[in-house]
């Protein structure tokens, strides 16, 4: 295999390798050869190489698997959130918000278009970005930071990753993770150094060891962690900005993903003194995620960087999404109806945890969009049993990070929108599942 692919550029090596898996020589699940290797090879400079595995990395034809190498992409090598292609089971594993509470935009619509926004003016809107400080300086050490807005939080992440990090860098994910963001660190060529997260959030000694092995940057998130619903207590949060301290140049990246339906007060891993970081909150959880669109508070310099991937006529995010945001979120009625959802989502899911405790079956809500759930055997079993009845569940392997870890006995369930009929009868099948 090595010997077929060619180039001297970073160009023409990506493009012998895109050509090479086109006709089939690098089929999916094939490892390319290590960085060094093919750049002795081709005689070339081994960040030329390292150029071109970021290109296919980004173009999506590679996926980074850190120490185990570079693969051809399989088209299932990471899941995905949302609704599994399935029209005959029941989804309980979609991770989706009930769109009978997200609030209607047709209100406020026609009191946002205002005039038309053209090249070269500011890609943020001024009224937006003075309500974003408001909302998020009481939650951030931080006395200087710069507000950017991006096309939800993901894109975010990427962006955030992609003006910090080379290929192969070094980022701390939490284990179990939120699909979204192993997708985007194994596309963009990262190595993913797992965190593990416990009832309190991102552990210590976890966090310790991924500094010990050199990440550059750690994404977050400190309440409703997806899959686990699990968020920062106050000691555990001053434990890690204490260890962070020593650490001030690591950019830590904070996905306060279901910030206005929590029922948890914040807690930050940013500590006052900290010289990188982003704390992100996106709207889609809300307001709906046909509405991409991300507050990012960052320090300045990742500000500017960032601002520089969101130039007018290029990527920056309309003004009109802006202002109708904006509007929806000054909006008491509709800050009403986000209050509503956020007590209806954690009534739900108690209810339904109380009633697989009945059953003798270990759960408990937190916080989130979802019921993190153990079993007493591997939930592949589970899942297996529920299929048959009728249902398709997420198990826990598929938010792992380590593909070879021990299987996982968690089920990840999105319940709230079930009928009392249906959780009714989705509880009595999952007691008949684990027995």
Known sequence: MNEQITGRTA??????????????????????????????????NRNTTVAAYRQLAQAGIVVSRGRAGTMII?????????????????????????PSL????????????GRPVLYGEPVIDPALEAWAR????PDLAASDFRITVTSGAVDAVERLLAQALMRDDAVALEDPCFLASIHTVRLGGYRAVPVPVDDEGMTVNGLREALDAGVRAIISTPRAQ???GASLSPTRAAALRELLAQHPYVLIIEDDHFSMLSEQRYESLIGPGHQRFALLRSVSKFLGPDMCLAIAATDPETAERLSMRLSPGTTWVSHLLQRLALGMLTDEDVRARIRAAGAHYAERNRVFAGRLREQGIDAEYTDGMNLWVRFPKPARTVREQLMRRGWLARTGDEFLLDDNADPSHHLRLTVHDLSDDDAEQLVADIAVAVR
């Open 11 to 44: 160009a023409e090596i990506a493009g012998s390798v895109r050509e090479l898996r086109e006709r089939g020589v690098l089929p999916p699940g094939t490892l390319l050869p290590p960085v060094r290797e093919l750049a002795a090879l081709l005689g070339v």
């Open 74 to 98: 399989e088209h299932d090598a990471v899941a995905q959130e949302g609704y599994a292609a399935n029209t005959v089971l029941r989804d309980i594993g979609t991770g989706n918000p009930d």
């Open 102 to 113: 997200i609030p209607d935009p047709s209100a406020v619509l026609a009191g946002v278009v």
């Open 134 to 137: 408001e909302w998020i300086a």
């Open 226 to 228: 997806n899959p686990t």
